[in-house]
């Protein structure tokens, strides 16, 4: 039995040997019967590859039974071949075909074409397509000028498909897009990028002072041959319907007011591979100038489910910012925009209950001195006058500062009650130093005969100086910066650019002056009370 085997086995190999040499004979009759498939036979000694395949080995000419031809894919490579503007090419064994991208269609009706002379792709998309999205646009900024909750998911669908037309008119460069910036809807400038070299690394284009830059790498991507379109647009008055009501909030800190303050601007580029990541570097200019306790936020404009769209912060981040523009960088195409936050602060709740508490006892005590300093007839005279008036002065204040110093909701009442509280303190203080005047006048007359004409006199112009140099003093600091009066998060005076000093300069000059006084009175000979002066003195 095995012998048969043994017997049967050679004999079925030499059989199907046979077989094949027959088969390719009869394919060609000149072939040599070791050439693969895919190969032709060159003067009967070796075989050659056919066009569009190559052999495993590299080699032109062959004759190795074990060689195969491999089909070469024309398309890929920095070498490959490249179909023009709005076409991809398409590999087949042993050839290649373009077609048009999405999109785009040949006029013949044709599928394919075969090179890249052939090239007559053309928009599916018309002029009239073109003119609709243009008075789309128009009707949308005459329509939703004023946002509600109702309409919001409406306009946030709306704005997300209107931008992405948009966006591909200017990438193809409509002349109805065009017209819309020339009635200033809009402005926009576009690129067309075919190679990367040392001289163009970056792309930057501008629109409305603001610009944004793209690494030319980013743009081709991996298409070294093909052309590729960059566009960068600015919205003139989008702002005012995408506004911050549109922000996505996060579980960030609580922010107490957010505003838009950029104009709403959105980068494109075809064609384009949704899946690739790059580096966008925008800089925006501020529609207003931004305030120190302000933060900025850079965000794209995300198509949500259910709101539509909304302004988000995910992969867009703040690289510097300033009172007059905003640099930002995001990982992805939208669009984009600058939004203004304000924070609030967090507070002490120790230093809250002190500063109240303390307050409140202080006002119960001014209140209380002022009465009796008006009330008691006895005990009236300059001394007491002068303490009535720093305790109206001090009491009014105080509670000024534990109604109003908070209300910054509206910004002129905040301006009012800023101001009113600088006049305050500055008058509480001018107070002072007329009491330490007062006291030190007293202690030089005691020995002195017109003792009460210096008393008389002092009567006169304590009150024009008590209240009327304040007053002076807060009219010049009105008149040359009045909205450093009142800030974001106090009713105040604002820090910045040393405004603060027209408080802390009148004090430091107050404090100086008393502190010029002190030493004068101290071992003065009329600081001996004599018996027949004695009664002169103060009872207070």
């Known amino acids: 039995m095995g012998s048969k085997w043994t017997l049967f086995l050679p004999g079925f190999c030499v059989s199907v040997l046979f077989e094949i040499a027959a088969t390719q004979i009869s ?10 498939q895919h190969a032709t036979c060159i003067n009967m000694t070796h075989c050659s590859c056919d066009n569009g395949f190559a052999s495993t080995s590299g080699k032109k000419y062959f004759n190795d039974i074990l060689e195969n031809c491999d089909d070469v894919n024309e398309c890929a490579g920095p070498n490959g071949i490249t179909c023009g503007l709005k076409a991809d090419c398409t590999n087949t064994e042993g050839s290649y075909h373009c077609t048009c991208i999405s999109g785009y269609v040949l006029p013949s009706g044709e599928k ?9 792709c053309q928009n599916l998309t018309n002029d009239k397509d073109y003119k609709n999205i243009a008075s789309h646009f128009e009707s949308f900024l005459n329509t939703h000028n004023n946002p509600t909750t109702k309409n919001k998911t409406e306009i946030g669908n709306e704005a997300t498909k209107l931008l992405q037309d948009l966006e591909e008119a200017i990438l193809e460069s409509s002349e109805e897009i065009q017209k819309l910036q020339k009635k200033s809807f809009l402005a926009f400038e576009r690129q067309e990028i075919n190679n990367c070299s040392l001289e163009n690394v970056d792309t930057t284009l501008e629109a409305q002072n603001n610009s944004v830059t793209i690494c030319c790498m980013d743009i081709i991507q991996s298409n070294t041959q093909g052309q590729h379109i960059v566009a960068f647009v600015s919205y003139n008055s989008l702002g005012t319907i995408l506004n911050a009501s549109f922000y996505k909030k996060t579980y960030e800190k609580k922010i107490d007011r957010i505003h838009l303050n950029s104009k709403v601007v959105s980068a494109a ?3 384009w591979q949704s899946n690739s990541s790059l580096s ?21 404009w995300e198509k949500l489910i259910e709101e539509g769209g909304g302004w988000s912060t995910m992969n867009c981040n703040l690289i510097k910012s300033n009172e007059t523009h905003t640099c930002c960088n995001c990982t992805h195409l939208s669009s984009f925009a600058v939004l203004m936050a304000l924070y609030s602060q967090e507070e002490d709740f120790t230093l809250t209950v002190i500063t109240y508490v303390g307050l409140s006892l202080s006002l119960l005590c001014l209140f209380l001195a002022a009465l009796t300093f008006l009330l008691c007839p006895t005990i009236q005279n300059t001394s007491t006058s002068l303490h009535l008036q720093l305790s109206l002065c001090l009491f009014l204040a105080h509670l000024l500062f534990l109604i109003g110093i908070e209300q910054t909701k509206n910004q002129v009442l905040c301006s009012i009650i800023a101001g009113l509280l600088h006049y305050l303190y500055l008058a509480a203080f001018t107070w002072m130093l007329l ?7 007293t202690a030089r007359n005691l020995m002195v005969v017109n003792y009460s004409r210096v008393n008389q006199s002092l009567k006169k112009i304590m009150y024009p100086l008590g209240y009327g140099l ?8 009105a008149a040359s910066r009045a909205d450093f009066y009142g800030s974001s998060s106090h009713c105040w005076l604002q820090v910045k650019k040393g405004f603060v000093w027209a408080f802390l300069g009148p004090i430091c000059a107050v404090f100086s002056v008393v ?3 002190s030493p004068g009175s101290v071992g003065h000979p009329g600081l001996h009370l004599v018996s027949g002066h004695s009664a002169d003195w103060p009872s207070c």
């Open 470 to 477: 304040p007053a002076v003093i807060v009219a010049i600091s």
């Open 269 to 271: 580029i075809k064609p």
């Open 280 to 300: 966008v570097v925008l800089e925006f200019q501020h529609e207003q100038k931004k305030k120190e306790e302000e933060r900025s936020l850079c965000v794209y």
């Open 112 to 120: 394919t074409f075969p090179n890249e002379t052939m090239n007559n």
């Open 435 to 441: 009491e330490g005047l007062h006291l030190f006048l």
């Open 27 to 36: 394919k060609d009759p000149q072939c040599d019967i070791w050439c693969t």
């Open 515 to 517: 502190d010029i006084q």
